[in-house]
């Protein structure tokens, strides 16, 4: 295996855990820059760059500078979700 085989992305599917005010579900796109989560129970979705902040404390989803990031990662996000 070489290094430009391994995989860029993966998305994850977290269901309700025992009720969603203590545990909600939640999806997201993970890649080693940005990960985009949503929670569906919420209707919330943000956006996490794990470089510059890898405790993700600061939701940049409304960023402008972003906007087009969070474009592309929802749109491979809801296909991914999709399949």
Known sequence: ???????????YEHPVHLESR??????ALVRKKYKYMTWPDYNVDQLFD???DPY???DIINSTE?????????????L????
Do not use: C
């Open 1 to 11: 295996t070489t290094k430009s085989d391994w995989r860029t992305e993966f998305f």
């Open 66 to 78: 972003h906007a087009s990031i969070v474009q592309e990662m929802k749109q491979r996000h809801d």
């Open 56 to 58: 993700e404390l600061n």
């Open 50 to 52: 794990l470089v510059q």
């Open 80 to 83: 991914l979700k999709s399949a």
């Open 22 to 27: 203590i545990i909600p579900a939640s999806t």
